[in-house]
């Protein structure tokens, strides 16, 4: 059975930083993609960013320059370095791990598991 711990939320000043980290368990390697995504209130959930077991990296617009996804796969760990948070980035964090496809010209993560999310407040 697949289970994924984030950890590493928080509330921060707008160009201020944070990790997440995201542990796996019941995934091996961690699996063929994993990812984080957020959602905001009232917004629908959108991928940040994800790695697939190719080595292929995917960073959304919104978090290219700022964000680093970062992944230990023998420790079954992921993680998201950010800097330069901005209010807008004010969401819940969310570590998921499922299946790769192409969309080209990128590797992309359709997520099959999540795990409870993390919260991250960015005040201006």
């Known amino acids: 059975q697949v289970h994924l711990v984030e950890s590493g939320g928080g509330s921060v000043q707008s160009g201020g930083s944070l990790t997440l980290s995201c542990e796996a368990f019941?995934?091996?390697?961690?699996?063929?993609?994993m990812g984080w995504f957020r959602q905001a209130p009232g917004e629908q959930r959108e991928v940040v960013a994800t790695l697939t077991s190719r080595g292929s990296r995917y960073i959304s617009d919104s978090a290219e320059g700022r964000f680093t996804i970062s992944q230990d796969t023998a420790k079954n760990m992921l993680w998201l370095q950010m800097n330069g948070l901005q209010p807008e980035d004010t969401a819940t964090y969310y570590c998921a791990a499922g299946e790769s496809y192409m969309d080209r010209p990128y590797w992309r993560c359709e997520p099959k598991y999540w795990g409870q999310g993390t919260q991250v407040t960015v005040s201006s």
């Open positions: 019941g995934i091996t390697g961690g699996g063929d993609c």
